[in-house]
């Protein structure tokens, strides 16, 4: 009786389409205002300031308004292996995120599905990173790798290393505190992909002569990529404009700035603020690109 | 690694297999034999086993002890997508993100069978839906989403078809044809039928072999018929069909029958219909097999008889009407009746009495609990 109830009421509700859509107008002018003030102002901003010219006075940091394009090509001249190197690294630590997190996320959402005390426990230590701001995670890891930690002492001792070999401001290490920071953003949707996944139809796969492997090509991983997809722009995007370990305060060394730390050091330092503002921009613009052709490729829309 | 297309049907043999979930028997030491070829129909009550039994056969469930063995091979080890069997599963399981075609291809491309495009549009011709094979299952209705289920099994030609419920979404009509369509094709074929239903009237009327499953244990298992015409347990005299069951010390033995008192009435049945001859027995009657008279029949030594009572309810069901009657002492008795236009009596509340054929009379091995009511 009750779900006759229930179920007469439902449709009368929505039999008012356009004052539900008025009222949805409504509620969006809030979060319209709110994109309008926070997003578009600074964006006009930022790109008013990439095309300043310096002041005729000369003094350093001093810029007036003009259309100064150059800014945009003296930028790329001068950055281009920075610019390559974030994205290159923002690549290779995505896709090595992508393997950890994958086969993590796999278990939590299916071998422990039925466990709820261990999935629990699995998924706060998976987000357990969060309860320590990220600047002190990636100052303890600069500790640990650095140039007398007992890391770097015992491979010298078992003679892995050179007594002249270090670890902080390499390569290595920048793309492992960028793995490191951005793995909770992987694993969790990837992990709400699965948790939904509907383990009846990987069984319809065995069922139909599918072993395992080719079950999970077939069947597992194609349901799970709106989380796949999602974490890769959640890791990529991010770590794009990261600044924070690649700097030479944290995991960098002088041959891994990236973007973010140019434009640090632009904005900061040299006061550039045109430069540094191109840059941004230029960022922004590989972003929404590169983002737009992947989820295009991925042929997925329909699932995000 | 290609494999014939076209599979023979095999046997299926179940030998003394158990399942327990954690605290739970959800089937109790089943033993079971399927020739090769049959139609083999698995009748219950919700929950009683019979998906945790088809799992086990498929493979997705580990018995607790026993063993499965198809075609003579003991496969009780083999993983699912080793087994020559395919399954309908009752929550048909179709893959979201793959169009109808392509679900009904999978099998077929995973055994590298030739052409598996043609044979799988063949499949989906055969249950009406080939204008729907560009669609993602969730744009389907629960009952096209049945019959791509049931074409994405039978396109793989199985050695054992395993069905779980599969036409209970399905509208009267098309049941029906459907069901046509299931018994051409296994007949066709030679596959072997594993089919798990809640409708009596479709295992009777496709099946070679019914059993009855309660509780986890096959209560009785034979050709439809015999299995009506002579239930062994209250609970299948119930399950399958309706039935009016008495019960009584026996009082009288004789070489050819046995009768009881129940409740100061005299009833018989043939020996050669019982399962028990001492102590209480229940004897049953089918409704379709009794008779009201207005009059008291004579008593006779082939005929029982109970009354007078009186008609409390009369159902008409089309093609014969059910009669109620409440007889003082005894209790309610269901009779049916020909709606051929010479039924004695359609009053409510009058007087009748009820005979039957003692040769019509079954005796059980066990005595109605009352449960077998509530089904
Ligand atoms: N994974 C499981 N864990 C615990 N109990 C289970 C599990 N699967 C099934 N059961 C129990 O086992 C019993 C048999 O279940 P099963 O699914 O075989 O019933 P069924 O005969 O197919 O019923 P229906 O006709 O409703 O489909 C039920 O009581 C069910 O609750
Ligand atoms: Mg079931």
Redesign the interface.
């Given at each position: 009786m009750a779900f006759v109830a229930l179920g007469g009421n439902a449709p009368a509700k929505a039999q008012t389409p356009t004052k539900t859509g008025r009222v949805a107008l409504y509620l969006l002018l809030p979060g319209l205002f709110y994109l309008g003030l926070f997003f578009l102002t600074p964006l006009f901003s930022l790109i008013l300031t990439s095309l300043k010219a310096p002041s005729p006075s000369g003094e350093i940091g001093r810029y007036e308004v003009a259309a100064e394009f150059g800014n945009y090509l003296y930028a790329v001249g001068q950055y281009l292996p920075q610019i390559i190197r974030s994205f290159g690294f923002a690549l290779l630590a995505t896709i090595i995120a992508l393997a950890i997190s994958y086969p993590i996320a796999y278990f939590i959402a299916v071998k422990a599905r039925n466990k709820p005390l261990l999935k629990g426990l699995l998924l706060t230590l998976v987000i357990a990173p969060f309860f320590i701001s990220m600047l002190l995670r990636t100052f303890a890891w600069k500790q640990i790798f650095s140039n007398d930690s007992w890391v770097v002492n015992t491979l010298k001792d078992i003679g892995i290393f050179g007594s002249d070999s270090y670890i902080i401001g390499t390569n290595f290490a920048v793309i492992f505190g960028l793995v490191y920071n951005f793995i909770p953003f992987m694993t969790l949707p990837i992990f709400s992909s699965l948790d939904r996944l509907?383990l009846?139809?990987v069984?319809?796969?065995?069922?139909?002569?599918?072993?395992?492997f080719?079950?999970f090509r077939?069947?597992t991983f194609?349901?799970s990529l709106p989380g796949v997809i999602s974490g890769t722009l959640l890791t990529f995007i991010p770590i794009s404009g990261d600044y924070v370990v690649a700097s030479r305060d944290f995991l960098g060394g002088p041959d891994t700035a990236m973007i973010g730390n140019v434009v640090e050091a632009n904005f900061l330092r040299i006061q550039d603020y045109p430069t540094a503002s191109a840059l941004s921009v230029l960022l922004m613009a590989a972003i929404v690109v590169l983002v737009s052709i992947y989820v295009r490729r991925s042929g997925t829309e329909d699932?995000l | 690694m290609a494999t014939d297309f076209v599979a023979r049907g095999q046997d299926l043999e179940l030998v003394e297999v158990r399942k327990e979930f954690p605290g739970f028997v959800a089937v109790e030491s089943l033993d079971l034999k399927i020739p090769a070829g049959e139609f083999f129909a698995l009748l219950g009550p919700s929950g009683c086993g019979k998906t945790t039994t088809l799992r086990m056969i498929?493979?997705?469930e580990t018995p607790t002890s026993g063993k499965v063995l198809i075609g003579g091979k003991d496969v009780t080890d083999q993983?699912?997508?080793e087994r020559p069997?395919?399954?309908v599963?009752q929550?048909y399981?179709?893959?979201?993100?793959m169009t109808v075609l392509e679900n009904v291809a999978?099998?077929l491309r995973?055994?590298k069978v030739d052409d598996p495009l043609p044979k799988a549009t063949a499949a989906l011709e055969m249950v009406e839906l080939n204008h729907l094979a560009s669609r993602r299952p969730q744009q389907l209705s629960g009952g096209q989403q049945q019959r791509v289920a049931l074409a994405?099994a039978l396109v793989?030609r199985p050695a054992l078809l395993l069905l779980d419920e599969p036409l209970g979404a399905l509208d009267l009509k098309l049941r029906r044809q459907m069901q046509l369509e299931l018994k051409d094709i296994q007949s066709e074929v030679g596959l072997t039928f594993l089919h798990v239903t809640h409708d009596q009237e479709e295992a009777m009327d496709m099946a070679d072999t019914v059993a009855v499953m309660n509780h986890g244990r096959i209560e009785q298992m034979g050709a439809p018929e015999k299995l009506y015409d002579r239930p062994k347990t209250a609970f299948v005299a119930k399950f399958l069909g309706q039935s009016n069951l008495f019960v009584g010390e026996v009082t009288d033995k004789s070489s050819e029958t046995i009768s009881i008192n129940f409740r100061g009435n005299k009833i018989t049945a043939p020996n050669s219909r019982i399962e028990k001859s001492s102590g209480k027995v229940a004897i049953g009657v089918r409704p379709e097999k009794t008779e009201f008279h207005e009059s008291k029949p004579a008593a006779s030594s082939t005929q029982n008889v109970l009354g007078p009572g009186k008609i409390t309810d009369i159902r008409f069901t089309g093609v014969s009407n059910q009669y109620q009657i409440e007889i003082p002492e005894i209790g309610e008795i269901t009779v049916f009746a020909q709606n051929v236009g010479r039924s004695p009596v359609v009053e409510l509340g009058a007087e009748v009495w009820v005979s039957w054929k003692v040769e019509h009379s079954f005796g059980l091995a066990d005595l109605p609990t009352g449960e077998e009511d509530i089904e």
């Amino acid at each position: 009786m009750a779900f006759v109830a229930l179920g007469g009421n439902a449709p009368a509700k929505a039999q008012t389409p356009t004052k539900t859509g008025r009222v949805a107008l409504y509620l969006l002018l809030p979060g319209l205002f709110y994109l309008g003030l926070f997003f578009l102002t600074p964006l006009f901003s930022l790109i008013l300031t990439s095309l300043k010219a310096p002041s005729p006075s000369g003094e350093i940091g001093r810029y007036e308004v003009a259309a100064e394009f150059g800014n945009y090509l003296y930028a790329v001249g001068q950055y281009l292996p920075q610019i390559i190197r974030s994205f290159g690294f923002a690549l290779l630590a995505t896709i090595i995120a992508l393997a950890i997190s994958y086969p993590i996320a796999y278990f939590i959402a299916v071998k422990a599905r039925n466990k709820p005390l261990l999935k629990g426990l699995l998924l706060t230590l998976v987000i357990a990173p969060f309860f320590i701001s990220m600047l002190l995670r990636t100052f303890a890891w600069k500790q640990i790798f650095s140039n007398d930690s007992w890391v770097v002492n015992t491979l010298k001792d078992i003679g892995i290393f050179g007594s002249d070999s270090y670890i902080i401001g390499t390569n290595f290490a920048v793309i492992f505190g960028l793995v490191y920071n951005f793995i909770p953003f992987m694993t969790l949707p990837i992990f709400s992909s699965l948790d939904r996944l509907d383990l009846r139809l990987v069984e319809a796969g065995g069922d139909l002569y599918a072993n395992p492997f080719t079950t999970f090509r077939k069947i597992t991983f194609p349901l799970s990529l709106p989380g796949v997809i999602s974490g890769t722009l959640l890791t990529f995007i991010p770590i794009s404009g990261d600044y924070v370990v690649a700097s030479r305060d944290f995991l960098g060394g002088p041959d891994t700035a990236m973007i973010g730390n140019v434009v640090e050091a632009n904005f900061l330092r040299i006061q550039d603020y045109p430069t540094a503002s191109a840059l941004s921009v230029l960022l922004m613009a590989a972003i929404v690109v590169l983002v737009s052709i992947y989820v295009r490729r991925s042929g997925t829309e329909d699932l995000l | 690694m290609a494999t014939d297309f076209v599979a023979r049907g095999q046997d299926l043999e179940l030998v003394e297999v158990r399942k327990e979930f954690p605290g739970f028997v959800a089937v109790e030491s089943l033993d079971l034999k399927i020739p090769a070829g049959e139609f083999f129909a698995l009748l219950g009550p919700s929950g009683c086993g019979k998906t945790t039994t088809l799992r086990m056969i498929a493979g997705l469930e580990t018995p607790t002890s026993g063993k499965v063995l198809i075609g003579g091979k003991d496969v009780t080890d083999q993983k699912p997508h080793e087994r020559p069997v395919n399954t309908v599963f009752q929550n048909y399981a179709l893959f979201p993100h793959m169009t109808v075609l392509e679900n009904v291809a999978f099998g077929l491309r995973q055994r590298k069978v030739d052409d598996p495009l043609p044979k799988a549009t063949a499949a989906l011709e055969m249950v009406e839906l080939n204008h729907l094979a560009s669609r993602r299952p969730q744009q389907l209705s629960g009952g096209q989403q049945q019959r791509v289920a049931l074409a994405r099994a039978l396109v793989n030609r199985p050695a054992l078809l395993l069905l779980d419920e599969p036409l209970g979404a399905l509208d009267l009509k098309l049941r029906r044809q459907m069901q046509l369509e299931l018994k051409d094709i296994q007949s066709e074929v030679g596959l072997t039928f594993l089919h798990v239903t809640h409708d009596q009237e479709e295992a009777m009327d496709m099946a070679d072999t019914v059993a009855v499953m309660n509780h986890g244990r096959i209560e009785q298992m034979g050709a439809p018929e015999k299995l009506y015409d002579r239930p062994k347990t209250a609970f299948v005299a119930k399950f399958l069909g309706q039935s009016n069951l008495f019960v009584g010390e026996v009082t009288d033995k004789s070489s050819e029958t046995i009768s009881i008192n129940f409740r100061g009435n005299k009833i018989t049945a043939p020996n050669s219909r019982i399962e028990k001859s001492s102590g209480k027995v229940a004897i049953g009657v089918r409704p379709e097999k009794t008779e009201f008279h207005e009059s008291k029949p004579a008593a006779s030594s082939t005929q029982n008889v109970l009354g007078p009572g009186k008609i409390t309810d009369i159902r008409f069901t089309g093609v014969s009407n059910q009669y109620q009657i409440e007889i003082p002492e005894i209790g309610e008795i269901t009779v049916f009746a020909q709606n051929v236009g010479r039924s004695p009596v359609v009053e409510l509340g009058a007087e009748v009495w009820v005979s039957w054929k003692v040769e019509h009379s079954f005796g059980l091995a066990d005595l109605p609990t009352g449960e077998e009511d509530i089904e």
